[in-house]
């Protein structure tokens, strides 16, 4: 597992000192790994949902991979 140094406000600070102090997580690196997963997967989600919608919109591309490629090329 590596490392990151990142530099925080205040207020992020105070935040994850509460949340793990409320026991959202049981260190501030656990906390900031969880809140980072949790992004991961709305990220995820939010991908699936607007594929939903645009092929609900009837925007779907058919055919071969390669040639769909040149297409958009």
Same mark, same amino acid.
């Given at each position: 597992?590596?490392? =990151?140094?990142?530099?925080? /406000?205040?207020?992020?600070?105070? /935040? &994850?000192?509460?949340?793990?102090? #409320? %026991?959202?997580? $049981?260190?501030? +690196?656990?906390?900031?790994? @969880?809140? &980072?997963?949790?992004?991961? $997967?709305?990220? +995820?989600? #939010?991908?699936?949902?607007?594929?939903?919608? $645009?092929?609900? $919109? %009837? @925007? =779907?591309?058919? %055919?071969?991979?390669? @040639? &769909?490629?040149?297409?958009?090329?």
């Amino acid at each position: 597992m590596s490392t =990151l140094s990142v530099p925080l /406000t205040t207020h992020l600070e105070e /935040t &994850i000192t509460r949340m793990v102090k #409320n %026991g959202f997580a $049981e260190t501030k +690196a656990e906390l900031v790994r @969880k809140a &980072i997963t949790r992004l991961a $997967e709305e990220e +995820a989600v #939010n991908a699936v949902l607007l594929s939903q919608k $645009e092929a609900r $919109e %009837g @925007k =779907l591309l058919e %055919g071969a991979l390669r @040639k &769909i490629v040149k297409t958009l090329s």
